[in-house]
């Protein structure tokens, strides 16, 4: 069993930065593929980033690629998001989630992912 929570979500302004972050515990945190995905309002949930066991190798969606970086810090069990120059269309709510599997090439897929987090919202202000 794996239980992750998020956390640092806000109100913020349009072109400003936030760091959210999803704490892991249960099993090996490091052993796993991490994810981050969002769902806005009346919208589908999307793939944003994902970090592989090391952290060495990342993968991010078109749209948030270059603003958005993924990290991990395995000494802590947390993964990050540092999401800058954000746009009033990064606004939802922000979901992590581990692929006990750890299939790389399959990590933009929601349907890899084992466990997720309970979402922490972003809402960006124009």
């Known amino acids: 069993q794996v239980q992750l929570v998020e956390s640092g979500g806000g109100l913020v302004q349009a072109g400003g930065s936030l760091r959210i972050s999803c704490a892991a515990s249960g099993r090996t945190f490091s052993n796993y593929v991490m994810g981050w995905f969002r769902q806005a309002p009346g919208k589908e949930r999307e793939f944003v980033a994902a970090i592989n066991w090391s952290g060495g190798t990342t993968n991010y969606a078109a749209s948030v690629k270059g603003r958005f970086t993924i990290s991990r810090d395995n000494a802590k069990n947390t993964v990050y998001l540092r999401m800058n120059r954000l746009e009033p269309e990064d606004t939802a709510v922000y979901y992590c989630?581990?692929?006990?599997?750890?299939?790389?090439?399959?990590?933009?897929?929601?349907?890899?992912?084992?466990?997720w987090g309970q979402g922490t919202q972003v809402t960006v202000s124009s």
């Open positions: 989630a581990a692929d006990l599997n750890s299939n790389w090439y399959r990590s933009s897929a929601q349907g890899e992912y084992d466990y």
